[in-house]
């Protein structure tokens, strides 16, 4: 059975650093694509990035080019989302998810991290 | 680059059919497949459609997608309709520069 577990909740102030995870299981994780969706409080669907594991090929929204930043550790089918220095405005639900080469599209997602920036 | 544009919010009574539409601002609908996500309040999305018009498996034959060249959208239809159904609905396509494209998602209501 295909998995992506995300990392737990979490509750920063402005300007600390984080790292949140998403690890996949029942595939070869290696071979799918890994993009970072975010949604904001009450608010839609964002791309953010996306990593290719087997290479760590990596593409980011214009959006979010240079606030974030993917990676990717293929030794325990990990991939990763973290931030410098937050901002309250990075308060959002995160979801980690497998993209189909296929159609481009997206055929698991993982249940999310919620992350809490606020002093 | 393009945007994907649905409605606000749609409303329909149980048993009954509901579509929600995605228009795609520029360049064909037909270019790059679109898919369908579901998002219960509280929760995951999960893929209801994908190429354009497949159901995965588990996902009840009471969804269907379809794309018209000539409105150059999409659509997403639920019949006989349920309460489980009332959530969030998202279409994705993609764009070479940025990747995922999603539209604004449509807010479902089975009343």
């Known amino acids: 059975e295909v998995q992506l577990v995300q990392s737990g909740a979490e509750v920063k102030k402005p300007g600390e650093s984080l790292k949140i995870s998403c690890k996949g299981s029942g595939y070869s994780f290696t071979s799918y694509w890994i993009g970072w969706v975010r949604q904001m409080p009450g608010k839609g669907l964002e791309w953010m990035g996306i990593i290719y594991p087997g290479d760590s090929d990596t593409r980011y929204s214009p959006s979010f080019q240079g606030q974030v930043t993917i990676s990717a550790d293929k030794s325990i089918s990990t991939a990763y989302l973290q931030w410098s220095s937050l901002k309250a405005s990075d308060t959002a639900m995160y979801y980690c998810?497998?993209?189909?080469?296929?159609?481009?599209?997206?055929?698991?997602w993982g249940q999310g991290t919620l992350v809490t920036v606020s002093s | 680059n393009f945007m994907l544009t649905q409605p606000h919010s749609v409303s329909e009574s149980p048993g009954k059919t509901v579509t929600i539409s995605c228009t795609r601002s520029?360049?064909?609908?037909?270019?790059?497949?679109v898919q369908w996500y579901q998002q219960r309040p509280g929760s995951a999305p999960t893929t209801v459609i994908y190429e354009d018009n497949q159901r995965p498996s588990g996902v009840p034959d009471r969804f269907s997608g379809s794309i018209d060249s000539s409105s150059n959208s999409a659509s997403l239809t639920i019949s006989g309709l349920k309460t489980e159904d009332e959530a969030d609905y998202y279409c994705q396509s993609y764009d070479s520069s940025t990747n995922w494209v999603f539209g604004g998602g449509t807010k479902l209501t089975v009343l």
């Open positions: 998810a497998r993209k189909v080469e296929a159609v481009a599209g997206i055929d698991y």
């Open positions: 520029s360049g064909s609908i037909a270019s790059n497949y």
